[in-house]
Nanobody
Framework: QVQVVESGGGLVQAGGSLRLSCAASGSIFSINAMGWYRQAPGKQRERVASVTSDGTTNYFDPVKGRFTISRDNAKNTVYLQMNSLKPEDTAVYYC???????????????WGQGTQVTVSS
């Protein structure tokens, strides 16, 4: 089994910064894409940023230039550095990992439980 755990959310004023972390553990052979998603109240979940195993990144347009995704393959961890936060960034942020388990070779998606980010105006 694989566990995905996020941390680092909280309350911050507009213009501030937060850094989210997400660690995957368990029966992992390899992790392909790792990504961050968010869901605000009454809205659909949306992809914020993703990074492949070779380091290729992709960002949702509203966060480009403000958020940076990175990963540490040795630690099976992905980070999201969020700068210049805006009230509209308020949401529950979820981590998603595309994992090949030790029973391989199929890939499976695993989600974390989410971490709340609240940006006050």
């Amino acid at each position: 089994q694989v566990q995905v755990v996020e941390s680092g959310g909280g309350l911050v004023q507009a213009g501030g910064s937060l850094r989210l972390s997400c660690a995957a553990s368990g029966s992992i052979f390899s992790i392909n894409a790792m990504g961050w998603y968010r869901q605000a109240p009454g809205k659909q979940r949306e992809r914020v940023a993703s990074v492949t195993s070779d380091g290729t990144t992709n960002y949702f347009d509203p966060v480009k230039g403000r958020f940076t995704i990175s990963r540490d393959n040795a630690k099976n961890t992905v980070y999201l550095q969020m700068n210049s936060l805006k009230p509209e960034d308020t949401a529950v942020y979820y981590c998603r990992c595309t994992v090949v388990t030790t029973t391989g070779p199929a890939q499976y998606l695993y989600w974390g439980q989410g971490t709340q980010v609240t940006v006050s105006s």
